[in-house]
């Protein structure tokens, strides 16, 4: 038997990466559950918690189940999903594209997984902006590739600094694509057109296929109007992701959608990579496929469930935020897509190392579980997904108020 000495050589070098801030103190939250204490969770971006799948999908998926369709489904997608997605990004962004250029995945996780492992070869570079999605770059490093990084400017409502970004970027880094979320986690910002604009022209400008995140993209509020990439990237290759777990509050269903909608060279061998890759997992869940192409082809019971479940979003999103900004201890900027709030915390009036030990002795000592900035590549911050109903939020900002006068400096 190996010793642990030799752990090393058993492992792979790539799965050292692995790590998700999210997730990393749930063996505490669970043993804090046993020994009977109820913790307020508010690091778990999962809109079905509180705001139920449509039932309409549900009985889809039911329909489906009944009617035997537990088979694998074609690696590539169900074509009625395909078809579905098409139409979809047709209607709301005037997106021309075939059902060959959508891959069905399990979830939008799967499909970042699987464009990382396509495009990445050891010690080439991926470039995105910070606060970033806390997968980007452990599944970019997984790939053993390197994160070249931006910002986001929070003084600006967290708009991309784009001039800071091109003094980064350099040719001979080895660069292969360039990443963005919008609407943002975790910072709720919706880019304009003319910054969208802007960034494609980066990516034209530095060869980078261009990678779009619109998870949220229904999820818009506070005025804010949501532009697809496809209606201002031209002549670049570029990949749409989307998928069920947000806008059709429909996480368990791992349901995700990569789109590549080009006809230019990288776009179809990206495709065909795609096609390759999604073979070596079999499917995706086909009763979800199923469920998810109803709720996306009923316009009409999607248009009531995704306008009632964002107004009351930004209900509860603009309240919390109002307490926030009324802390002492915290600012946020106002959110105006997705559910997060992305506070900055105000360090110097508390007697905190960093973020992370602000986290850990919240959850001890509050039993509230956020997430802290670093987890997202900004220190300093905390992230708190503000789903829960207003009772709970309010609840929950009083206790990080309590501990923030209990550990302040004065
Ligand atoms: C920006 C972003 N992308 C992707 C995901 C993962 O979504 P899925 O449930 O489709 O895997 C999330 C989930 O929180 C997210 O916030």
Redesign the pocket.
Known sequence: MRSMMCMDEVLSLRSRYVISA?HEDDAIVKSMEKSGKTVVKLN???PAVYFQTPQYIVNAFTKALQQGMTHYSDPVGLSRLRHAVSERQRRLYRLDSDIDDIII????????MLTNSILVNPRDSGVLFRPY?P??LPSLEFCMGKGILGDYDEESGWSADIEGLRKRLRAGKRMKYLIV?NP???TGSVMERSLLREIAELAKDYGLVLIS?E??DEIVYNGAHFTSISEVAKGIPYII??????VFSA?GF???FAIVPGSDSVSLSIKSRLRAMSTLRLSASTPAEYAVAEGILNEHEHEISVSRMTTEIARRINNASRLINESEYMHTVLPRG?F?LFPKLDMKRLKFENDREFEQKLLKEEAVHITRGSGFGIADHIRIVALAPEYVMASAIDRINRFCRKHSKR
């Not at 979830?107 to 970042?112: K, L």
């Not at 992701?241 to 947000?246: F, P, Q, R, T, V």
């Open positions: 999210i778990l971006g999962d995945t399990q979830g939008v996780s799967e499909a970042i999605y997968q980007y979320n943002n986690n975790p995140d998870i949220y992701l989307n998928g069920a777990s947000k996480t791992r349901i995700g997705a997060y």
